[in-house]
């Protein structure tokens, strides 16, 4: 399933409140990733928190970035 980002929060230490564009909101702990490569780097929670939208996913000042496919796989449904 390939569905676009279209808003991202920050939220709590290293976890992303993500929308995607049918509507749906996860959430995804980013922790279990720092450790790896570029994202090595957003263990600085300044870094971290630069994150954006790009085109159809997120991006962070870094220019680490992440397909919407795999947040959206590893993301886990907020219900409100």
Same mark, same amino acid.
């Given at each position: 399933m390939y569905l676009a980002i279209k808003d $991202?929060?920050?939220?709590g230490d290293?976890?992303?409140?993500?929308t995607f564009e049918n509507g &749906?909101?996860?959430?995804l702990d980013m922790l279990p990733y720092l450790d790896k490569g570029?994202?090595?780097e957003l263990k600085d929670i300044? $870094?971290?928190?630069?994150?954006?939208?790009?085109?159809d996913t997120i991006e962070w000042a870094n &220019?680490?970035?992440l397909d919407p496919e795999f947040l959206y796989k590893y993301s886990e449904k907020i219900i409100e």
């Open positions: $991202v929060k920050v939220i290293y976890n992303l409140m993500l &749906e909101k996860r959430k570029i994202f090595q300044s $870094v971290f928190k630069t994150v954006r939208i790009s085109f &220019e680490a970035d």
